[in-house]
């Protein structure tokens, strides 16, 4: 926009909606459930704005019940890939001439359609097609994905307004340019607000991003593709496609114009696309940008000191909120021996109290895992606690596939701080305790940081401050994300910027200005008003 200085509107964060009882939220959103129940839809892929079928159909069905079937969406074979590569090349001529208030204003209108118009339909589709409670679907992909748009749009105009000092005579200018050619986002199943912001933040900052959802997330992330169309965004500059994960690499890294990788997912995965891009960087016309966040083995650590009760309600609400299927949650907890004797009983009471079911059901606090995979997976996980002469098992512990995927809340207690389960990300509702001598804060502040390789989410429960400071000093690098007397989890866009180093990825901070500015690629302008006439310095006079 010419002749004027654009200031975006002031960002807050989306309230959420509670759903409760009677409220017409609540009704809006049952009604929602019904349409996506009743409607066999057909995801196809989007390339350059055109929808495009293949012969691999793939059913989608949900987690909670087996029997359901929502529909079906498309995966891209070669030649889809190829032409999305194509398409988004071909919109980088055009999206790059649009202006940073232009690119804005699409951002912000998507925001505003996904927060009304869009809301229910897309809670709903989280909740049915991933097995996501009410609640934990409105945080997720109406409040948290609307967030990630208003604020990367409020860290864009602080990059562009980030100028370096001119002196007299000088004009210098810092331009923020987008990267030369395509990024590529490749997000998790488990939240839609990263499945949202993984392709959108790169494109805010004027790139072009090619958009893989996950296998087991496709229908929540095409009725945001929805959203984006009819909020103005240009064709191809984000190309919607479901594919297989390695075949969908092999092309995207052997391209001369990858030029940046925004990645959610597991430590494997994150590895051999880091391995594949090192190897073809001779290929490429720009070294890309990786910026991953990957997983974690995510702590409680609690003092003597402690508030009892918030501590019992941040263990069940860390480890077991949608099934303990986030990065962020709580699988291990470090407990004083006398403060165990004084918890256990009312832990396991309130786990006694935990409803698991179809996400239709409000009642239930938990739902479903995603899939046969992961159940197999978390499901061995308790084998091994239960064979093991090593743990027992306290709480739970039954598995059942027979309708959905269904597993139980489950705590395992310990006496080796290398257990397995208190050692290996586990991804499901499994939180392992570990009980230390009360004299020893200090040394099991110590073993908790070397337990893990990785270092994303983990809090400290006292009231004691000499005892936080310590492990604030103890568990630095223990955590990108640190908490002090609540959860683990529930990092909030604009108030807690997310993300963890060592094993838990580059630590880019999603919510940030610091993951925004990675999609830039900066050039520095100097303009002299005064250009010297002649060569010769001072120095050179002669004595």
Request: aromatic content about 12%; proline content about 5%.
């Amino acid at each position: 926009m010419k002749n004027c200085k654009v200031k975006v509107p002031q960002t807050l964060n989306e309230p959420v909606y509670n759903y409760e009882v009677g409220s017409s939220h609540r009704q809006l959103l049952k009604d929602a459930i019904k349409k996506i129940k009743s409607d066999k839809i057909e995801i196809p892929l989007i390339i350059g704005g055109k929808e495009y079928k293949t012969n691999n159909k793939v059913e989608i069905r949900s987690p909670h019940d087996h029997s359901e079937l929502l529909g079906y969406y498309y995966k891209a074979s070669k030649d889809e890939i190829a032409l999305a590569i194509n398409e988004n090349l071909k919109a980088a001529k055009v999206w790059s001439k649009f202006d940073f208030s232009e690119r804005a204003a699409i951002f912000l209108k998507a925001a505003e359609l996904l927060s009304t118009k869009y809301r229910y339909i897309i809670n709903a589709a989280t909740m049915i097609s991933i097995s996501k409670s009410a609640f934990q679907a409105e945080i997720d992909s109406a409040c948290e994905l609307t967030d990630f748009l208003r604020f990367n749009v409020q860290y864009m105009q602080q990059i562009y307004e980030d100028q370096p000092y001119s002196p007299k005579g000088i004009w210098n200018i810092m331009q923020y340019r987008p990267l030369e050619g395509f990024v590529f986002a490749a997000p998790p199943f488990n939240f839609v607000s990263i499945s949202g912001n993984l392709p959108t933040a790169p494109a805010i900052m004027g790139n072009v991003t090619i958009f893989k959802p996950a296998s087991s997330s496709v229908y929540a992330p095409h009725i945001f593709m929805q959203v984006l169309k009819e909020a103005g965004l240009p064709d191809g500059v984000i190309n919607f496609l479901p594919a297989q994960g390695s075949q969908i690499g092999e092309y995207i890294f052997s391209n001369p114009y990858f030029a940046g990788l925004h990645f959610t997912g597991s430590v494997e995965t994150f590895h051999n696309m880091w391995s594949n891009i090192a190897k073809n960087i001779p290929l490429y016309k720009t070294y890309p940008r990786i910026v991953g966040e990957t997983g974690g083995k995510d702590f409680i650590f609690a003092h003597q000191s402690t508030d009892k009760k918030a501590l019992i309600t941040s263990i069940v609400r860390g480890a077991f909120e949608y099934q303990g299927q986030k990065c962020s949650a709580v699988s291990r907890v470090y407990l004083p021996k006398s403060l165990y004797n004084e918890i256990k009983d009312d832990l396991l009471h309130e786990i006694d109290k935990i409803k698991m079911g179809s996400p239709e059901d409000f009642r239930n606090f938990m739902n479903a895992v995603i899939d046969k995979e992961a159940f197999e997976k978390i499901s061995s996980y308790i084998d091994y606690a239960k064979n093991s002469s090593q743990a027992t098992i306290l709480k739970g512990g039954k598995c059942d596939n027979s309708i959905g995927y269904f597993i139980e809340p489950t705590v395992i207690l310990t006496d080796n701080p290398q257990f397995k389960t208190i050692t290996e990300e586990i991804f499901g509702p499994v939180v392992t305790l570990y009980l230390y001598d009360d004299a020893k804060y200090e040394e099991t502040l110590k073993l908790c940081d070397q337990t893990s390789p990785y270092g994303l989410t983990g809090a400290i429960f006292a009231q004691d401050r000499a005892a936080i400071n310590l492990a604030m000093e103890k568990l630095e690098q223990a955590a990108g994300n640190f908490y002090i007397n609540d959860k683990p989890t529930g990092a909030v866009v604009g108030q807690q910027p997310f993300g963890g180093a060592r094993a838990s990825g580059t630590n880019d901070k999603a919510g940030s200005l610091l993951n925004l500015i990675r999609w830039t690629s900066a050039r520095a302008i100097k303009e002299n008003f005064n250009p010297t006439q002649a060569f010769e310095y001072p120095f050179m006079m002669e004595e």
